[in-house]
């Protein structure tokens, strides 16, 4: 079993940045593919990011050019920077972690981003 843990989230003001970090357990986390989802109130969970094990990177189209993803194999950790926040992005942001190769896909609990002034 993998544990996956979210953490960061919280109140920042428009056009402000956080930085999302997501901790998944297992000697294999190199071998993981990694997500980033939101859900805002009242709404279905959307893709933000996801980062391959081999280090590709995806973004939705609303986040592109303000929230980059990225992973440190050696702390079992990705990031999520996220800049120029914009009361749009508000939701809660669960990391995933996925595998179809080691039979694996876990989501954490998630971390509420608020973006308000």
């Known amino acids: 079993q993998v544990q996956v843990v979210e953490s960061g989230g919280g109140l920042v003001q428009p056009g402000g940045s956080l930085r999302l970090s997501c901790s998944a357990s297992g000697r294999l986390f190199s071998m993981y593919n990694m997500g980033w989802y939101r859900q805002a109130p009242g709404k279905e969970r959307e893709l933000v990011a996801t980062i391959a094990s081999g280090g590709g990177t995806n973004y939705a189209d609303s986040v592109k050019g303000r929230f980059t993803i990225s992973r440190d194999n050696a702390e079992n950790t990705v990031y999520l920077q996220m800049n120029s926040l914009t009361p749009e992005d508000t939701a809660v942001y669960y990391c995933?972690?996925?595998?179809?190769?080691?039979?694996?896909?876990?989501w954490g609990k998630g971390t509420l981003v608020t973006v308000s002034s």
């Open positions: 995933n972690a996925i595998s179809r190769l080691l039979g694996i896909n876990y």
